[in-house]
C-alpha cells in the first residue's frame, strides 16, 4: 500500500467522563467515523472519515463530544501553507480534478463588512417600526417609463408582469437533485408563508410542488432539464441561468448514481444517467440569442411572467448586464463569487469571478448612466449573511437579494462544505432515504420562515434608524453607506464616501 | 334502577365500573358470602409467601364502593331468585329487590371422593382468603406438604408455601405439570425449575387412599405428609342460575352481551362458558383478565348500553421463582419452536391464523401475539417470518402501524 | 386528552427517547452521572428493520387491556393516563400478555414499567418528546 501522506484535519475530542455509550453518533455519522467497541465498552472514532458536520456534536445528549482542530502541523510556510501542501497531495495521489461545495472560503475582503449604515440624529427623525407604518414589500419587474393615458384621460395600465414579494429576499436557486425533497419541500412552504420566492434550480420541478407555483421561480439553464410547458407555467417567473457564482465559466455535472427515481423523472432524463448541464447554452452566442430565449420563453407563457436573467458577477458585469437590460429580460440576477454550490472544481470557486458588492454597485451605476435602470430589478446574490447585508446591498441599488447558504444553514447545514459526497447528514445535500428524512420540513420551514420574520424586524429597524419608511426609498441610495479601510478606488466602484466624509 | 350484583370479586368489580360507564346514579348492591372488602384472589399465594399484604391486595383502592355509589352485604349467602318478583333470597331471610341482576359466583374446588379421605385432618382447599388464612396457620418449618394437582393453583400455593415448610410432594394423574397450558416441552422446563426448590413432583399417578398422614399412590408408592391441598380442579358455581331454569352446561351460558337465558339477569366471571375464538367452541375460561372483561361488558349491558364480548381466549402469564411462563391459544396446527436454555417459545398456527403460543422465560411484548390470535389476524397480511422471531409491529404494514401509533386507539 | 404520537417517517432511529426516557425515570440530574455504565431499559422503544424505524410506547389506549386484565389492581386509568402502583404490582406480567403494543415490560424493580407520560418524575412532560430531533415523537390532542 502507497504511504498515504494525508493526515486528519481534525480530532474528534469525547470526554469520556460524559460518554454514556448511547451510540447516537455512531448511528448518526454516515460517513462511519464512530464506532462502539463490545469488548471494552468504548467508543472509537475514526476522523480521517470526519467532515466536522457536527452531527454526532449536535445530537450527543451529554455533550461528550467536539471536533477540534488537529494541531498536527507541517513546518511552518506562508507560502507552502497546510492547504496548499495537502491539495498537491491529494492530486498526485488521485489524478483528478479538485472538488469543493458551497462557497468560496478563501481570505477576500468581504466588502459588506467594510461598509456602515447611516442613523438619523437631530436634524431628521428616525422612526419607530412598532409605531409606524414601514413599507418592506417590493414589486420585481420592468417598470414603465411614463405614464399613459387612454383618449378619455384615464390611466392605462402599462405595466408588465411582476413578482410580489411581502420582504426583500428570496431563496435562490437549488436544484432537486443537489439538494433533497425535504429541503425543498422546506423552501417552498416558508415562501408561500413568507409571500416570496424559491427558485427550482436546473433539476425541475417535482410534481408535488406545483402546489406551491405562485411561490417558485423555475429556472431554464444550459441542461434544459425537466424543462416543458407545464413547468414553465407552473411558476411565478422564469429564470435564465447563464452562469453562477461558485463557478462562472463552467456546467455542471450530477453524477449518475445521483439520478436515481423521481429525480431522473423530473429531471426528464433516464435513470443512472449523467446530468451534464453546458458551460454554455449552445444556442446563446449573443444579446441577441439571448433575446430570443427570453423571448421564446415569454411567448410560452403568454407574456404572463416575468423572465429573469442570472449571471456571475464577473469582471465586465456592468457591460454584460447592460446587454441583458436591453434583451428584453425583466430581472437580472447577479450572483457574486462566494454563492454556494452543491460541487464545483476548486480551482474555479476559489479563484473566478469577483465580490458581489463590486459588480452591483458598477451594475446599478452603469444602467442608470444608461438611462435603461427602470428597464429592469437587479437581484444581488452570493453570501448575503444577515439584515445588514440586506440593507447594504438594497442601498448599493439591489431591488432585492437571493439567499442560499443561509437559507441551508437554518435547515442545519454546518458548512462542512461536503456536499458532492452525497452523504450530507443533515439531510440537505443527499438522495440517501435515511439522510433525507433527517430533515422534518414541519420544523425546516419553521426555522426558515423564523430566520426571515427576524431579519425583517431587523431590516425595519435599520430602516427606521435612517428616517427611511420605505424599501423603495432606500434602493440605490448610497449616501445611507459609509466605507471603512477601502481605497479611493474601491469607494469608487462603490459609489460610497468614506467614513467621516 | 336498582342493580344488584352477586359476588364480589373482578368480574362484580368490572360490573360496577361497567354500569357506571353509563349510569352514575342506579342503585347497585354487591352481595357476597365472604365478609372482605375486594380482593385479587390470585395473590394469596403472594400473601403467603410475603410478596403482598391485606392492603395491598385490595383489589381497587379502599374508597372503591363509596367513590362508585355501591351498598355492600358481605359475609351472607344467596340461597335463591325469585325471578317472577325479581328479588334474590339471602341466608338471614331477608329479600333485595333487583331490576337488573348479575350472578358473578365463581367457582368453587372440586374433591374427588378419595378412600379414606376422613381420616386426614390436616386438609385444605387453596381459592379464597379464608383457605390461605386457615392454611397458614398449619404452615412450620418441619411440616410436609402434599399437593394434589400440578395445575395452576398447585403450584402457585406450592410456590406461595415453599419457604415456610420442610418439604412439598406434587402428585398429579397427568405425566406433566400444568397441563392445561403447556405441552410436553414447556412443562419439562418449568418442572425442572421448580424442581431447583424443594418441591418434588410424582406425575401420572393419583392417590387411591389416604390413611391419616400416609397417601397411598396408584403407582404403588407411598407420601407421608402433615398437611394435604386438594387443587385438583374447580367447577363453577352454576345453581343458582340452575335452580331457576336458566341454561347451564359446564358453567352458566350466557349470549355475548353476557345475557342469560332468564330476563334480567346476567353472568359473568368463572361461573360462565365462553365462545373460545382460538378454537372456536364453547368452553368455561376461568381467568381474572376474561372475568374483569365479562363483568364490564355485562354492566355496561345492563345499564343500557351495547357492549359484545366476543375475544375470549385462554391466556395465562405465570412465574414460579423468578421463571415466567405466557401461554395464550390453543396448542393446535403447525408449530413455530425455538429453544434455548431453559427457554423456549412455541407457535401454533393453522389456516393462516396463530392459534396459540407458548413462551418460557423470553416473555417479552408477549401481547402483540395474544393480540394475532384475538384479533385473527390472517398471518398472510403481516411478516410471519418475523414475528416468529420476535413479537413487533414492524411485522405489520405501515398503515397498521399509523393507525395504532398515530391515533387514539 | 393529549398523547405521544408517533410518525415512522421522521423517525431516524437514533434511540435518543430511548436515552431521555431512561434518563428522566432515573430523578438524576445530569443525563452522564445517571446513565454512565448503566444498561438502560426505557419505557419507549425503537423497533428498526432496515429501512424503517420508529418508537413505540403506551398508547394510553381508551380500552386498556392491561388494566383490565391487571390482577392485582396496580394497572389504573387516572385522567387518562395509564399509571403503574409499583407497589401493588407483583409482576404477573399478565399487562404483558394484553398489551397489544408490546409497550409494557418487566423491570428491575420488582415491578413492571410503561410510559407514565413523565407525569411521576422530575420531567413532568414527555422527555422522548422534548429530546427527539426531527419531529418524529409528538404530544398533542388527536
Redesign the interface.
Known amino acids: 500500500m502507497p504511504v498515504d501522506f494525508m493526515y486528519p484535519e481534525y480530532e474528534i475530542a469525547r470526554n469520556d467522563s460524559r460518554c454514556i455509550r448511547c451510540r447516537v453518533c455512531e448511528r448518526q455519522c454516515a460517513n462511519e467515523v464512530h464506532s462502539y467497541e463490545e469488548s471494552g465498552n468504548f467508543m472509537l472514532s475514526d476522523e480521517s472519515k470526519c467532515v466536522n458536520c457536527h452531527r454526532c456534536v449536535s445530537l450527543c445528549p451529554t455533550r461528550a463530544l467536539k471536533i477540534v482542530k488537529s494541531d498536527h502541523c507541517f513546518k511552518e510556510n506562508a507560502n507552502w501553507n497546510q492547504a496548499a501542501i495537502k491539495e498537491i497531495y491529494k492530486q498526485s495521489g488521485s489524478g483528478g480534478v479538485l472538488l469543493s461545495s458551497m462557497g468560496n472560503p478563501e481570505r477576500y475582503p468581504v466588502y459588506w463588512d467594510k461598509m456602515l449604515i447611516n442613523a438619523s440624529q437631530v436634524t431628521n427623525p428616525s422612526i419607530d417600526p412598532l409605531r409606524e407604518p414601514m413599507e418592506t414589500k417590493v414589486f420585481l419587474g420592468k417598470k414603465p417609463e411614463r405614464i399613459e393615458r387612454g383618449p378619455d384621460g384615464s390611466l392605462r395600465n402599462n405595466l408588465t408582469p411582476q413578482l410580489e414579494l411581502a420582504m426583500p429576499v428570496m431563496f435562490s436557486a437549488m436544484s432537486y437533485g443537489s439538494i433533497s425533497y425535504n429541503a425543498h419541500e422546506s423552501l417552498a412552504r416558508a415562501s408561500r408563508e413568507l409571500g416570496i420566492f424559491y427558485n427550482t434550480g436546473e433539476g425541475g420541478l417535482h410534481e408535488d410542488f406545483y402546489q406551491y407555483g405562485e411561490n417558485t421561480i423555475v429556472q431554464v439553464a444550459s441542461g434544459r432539464f425537466g424543462v416543458h410547458r407545464e413547468y414553465l407555467e407552473a411558476g411565478a417567473a422564469i429564470e435564465i441561468k447563464m452562469g453562477q457564482g461558485a463557478k462562472p465559466g463552467i456546467g455542471g455535472h450530477l453524477p449518475g448514481e445521483k439520478i436515481v427515481g423521481d429525480i431522473s423523472k423530473t429531471r426528464m432524463i433516464p435513470e443512472g444517467s449523467d446530468a451534464i448541464s453546458p458551460a454554455p447554452h449552445h444556442d446563446i452566442y449573443s444579446i441577441e440569442d439571448l433575446r430570443q430565449l427570453v423571448f421564446s420563453l415569454k411567448e410560452a407563457t403568454q407574456y404572463k411572467k416575468p423572465v429573469i436573467v442570472k449571471v456571475a458577477a464577473v469582471h465586465n458585469i456592468a457591460a454584460i448586464a447592460s446587454g441583458i437590460a436591453r434583451s428584453g429580460a425583466d430581472i437580472i440576477a447577479i450572483d457574486g463569487f462566494r454563492g454556494g454550490t452543491g460541487a464545483a472544481p476548486t480551482r474555479i470557486r476559489d479563484n473566478v469571478g469577483i465580490p458581489i458588492e463590486l459588480a452591483l454597485a458598477s451594475v446599478d451605476a452603469r444602467l442608470r448612466d444608461e438611462g435603461i435602470r427602470n428597464n429592469v430589478s437587479l437581484v444581488a446574490g452570493g453570501s448575503i449573511r444577515n439584515s445588514a447585508d440586506v440593507v447594504k446591498a438594497i442601498a448599493l441599488g439591489a431591488d432585492a437579494v437571493y439567499i442560499a447558504t443561509g437559507a441551508l444553514l437554518a435547515l442545519g447545514c454546518h458548512l462542512c462544505r461536503s456536499c458532492q459526497s452525497g452523504k450530507c447528514n443533515w439531510g440537505i445535500a443527499t438522495q440517501r432515504p435515511e439522510l433525507v428524512k433527517r430533515l422534518n420540513p414541519d420544523m425546516g420551514f419553521r426555522r426558515l420562515v423564523n430566520l426571515l420574520t427576524a431579519w425583517n424586524h431587523e431590516i425595519k429597524e435599520l430602516m427606521g434608524g435612517m428616517g427611511i419608511n420605505s424599501i423603495e426609498a432606500l434602493k440605490g441610495n448610497r449616501l445611507m453607506l459609509r466605507g471603512t479601510g477601502l481605497n479611493e478606488n474601491e469607494l469608487g466602484i462603490l459609489g460610497i464616501s468614506h467614513a467621516g466624509e | 334502577m336498582k342493580y344488584v350484583i352477586i359476588g364480589n370479586s373482578t368480574a362484580a368489580v368490572g360490573a360496577i365500573e361497567g354500569i357506571r360507564q353509563m349510569d352514575g346514579s342506579g342503585e347497585i348492591t354487591v352481595i357476597s358470602n365472604e365478609k372482605y372488602h375486594t380482593y385479587s384472589r390470585p395473590l394469596i399465594s403472594y400473601l403467603l409467601q410475603g410478596k403482598t399484604d391485606m392492603e395491598r391486595m385490595k383489589y381497587r383502592p379502599a374508597d372503591f364502593y363509596e367513590k362508585n355509589g355501591c351498598r355492600t352485604i358481605l359475609g351472607k349467602k344467596v340461597i335463591g331468585i325469585r325471578k317472577a318478583v325479581r328479588t334474590v333470597l339471602l341466608d338471614d331471610g331477608s329479600e333485595i329487590p333487583y331490576d337488573r341482576l348479575m350472578t358473578a359466583t365463581g367457582s368453587s374446588p372440586f374433591i374427588p371422593g378419595f378412600d379414606g379421605l376422613d381420616s386426614v385432618k390436616c386438609k385444605f382447599t387453596f381459592m379464597t382468603l379464608e383457605d390461605a388464612f386457615s392454611l397458614r396457620e398449619a404452615l412450620g418449618p418441619d411440616k410436609r406438604v402434599l399437593i394434589i394437582g400440578a395445575g395452576l393453583i398447585g403450584l402457585k400455593c406450592a410456590e406461595g408455601i415453599a419457604d415456610h415448610v420442610k418439604g412439598i410432594t406434587v402428585v398429579d394423574l397427568s405425566t406433566r405439570i400444568l397441563s392445561s397450558i403447556l405441552d410436553d416441552s414447556s412443562a419439562a422446563i418449568v418442572q425442572k425449575h421448580i424442581e431447583k426448590t424443594n418441591i418434588a413432583f410424582i406425575l401420572g399417578q393419583s392417590v387411591s387412599r389416604f390413611d391419616g398422614q400416609t397417601a397411598y399412590l396408584s403407582g404403588g408408592g407411598k407420601v407421608d405428609f402433615d398437611i394435604l391441598v386438594a387443587a385438583v380442579g374447580v367447577r363453577p358455581n352454576v345453581s343458582l342460575i340452575s335452580d331457576i331454569g336458566g341454561e347451564t352446561d359446564r358453567g352458566i351460558v350466557t349470549d355475548e352481551y353476557m345475557r342469560t337465558s332468564i330476563e334480567g339477569i346476567y353472568a359473568a366471571g368463572d361461573c360462565t362458558e365462553s365462545y373460545d375464538v382460538s378454537c372456536g367452541q364453547r368452553r368455561v375460561l376461568a381467568l381474572l383478565p376474561n372475568a374483569y372483561r365479562q363483568g364490564e361488558c355485562a354492566g355496561i349491558n345492563m345499564a343500557g348500553g351495547e357492549r359484545k364480548f366476543d375475544r375470549a381466549i385462554p391466556m395465562n402469564a405465570i412465574g414460579f421463582f423468578g421463571l415466567h411462563v405466557i401461554t395464550a391459544g390453543s396448542c393446535t396446527g403447525e408449530v413455530y419452536e425455538e429453544k434455548g436454555d431453559g427457554s423456549l417459545k412455541k407457535l401454533f398456527y393453522d389456516d393462516d391464523l396463530l392459534k396459540g403460543y407458548i413462551l418460557v422465560r423470553d416473555v417479552e411484548k408477549a401481547g402483540i401475539y395474544t393480540s394475532l390470535i384475538q384479533n385473527r389476524v390472517a398471518l398472510g397480511d403481516i411478516d410471519f417470518e418475523l414475528i416468529c422471531e420476535k413479537p413487533s409491529l414492524m411485522a405489520f404494514s405501515r398503515k397498521y402501524r399509523q393507525q395504532k401509533l398515530g391515533g387514539v386507539v | 386528552m393529549k398523547?405521544v404520537?408517533?410518525?415512522?417517517?421522521?423517525?431516524?432511529?437514533?434511540?435518543?427517547c430511548?436515552?431521555?426516557c431512561a434518563?428522566a425515570n432515573t430523578g438524576e440530574r445530569n443525563?452522564?452521572l445517571a446513565?454512565?455504565n448503566?444498561e438502560i431499559s426505557p419505557r419507549i422503544r425503537i423497533?428498526?428493520?432496515s429501512?424503517?424505524c420508529?418508537a413505540?410506547s403506551c398508547?394510553h389506549?381508551?380500552e386498556p387491556?392491561?388494566v383490565?386484565?391487571c390482577?392485582?389492581?396496580a394497572l389504573s386509568i387516572e385522567d387518562g393516563i395509564i399509571m403503574v402502583d409499583e407497589?401493588?404490582c407483583?409482576?404477573?406480567?399478565?399487562?404483558?400478555?394484553?398489551?397489544?403494543?408490546?409497550a409494557?415490560?418487566?423491570s428491575e424493580h420488582g415491578a413492571v414499567q410503561k410510559c407514565e407520560l413523565c407525569v411521576k418524575n422530575r420531567s413532568g412532560a414527555p422527555a422522548c418528546v422534548a429530546?427527539c430531533?426531527?419531529?418524529?415523537i409528538v404530544y398533542e390532542e388527536?
Open positions: 398523547r404520537y408517533v410518525n415512522e417517517k421522521w423517525c431516524l432511529g437514533c434511540r435518543l430511548e436515552y431521555n434518563f443525563m452522564a446513565l454512565r448503566l423497533e428498526e428493520g429501512d424503517i420508529f413505540v398508547r389506549c381508551e387491556l392491561c383490565k386484565g390482577i392485582t389492581g407497589d401493588k407483583v409482576s404477573c406480567y399478565t399487562c404483558i400478555l394484553s398489551c397489544p403494543y408490546g409494557v415490560s418487566p429530546g430531533p426531527n419531529g418524529a388527536r
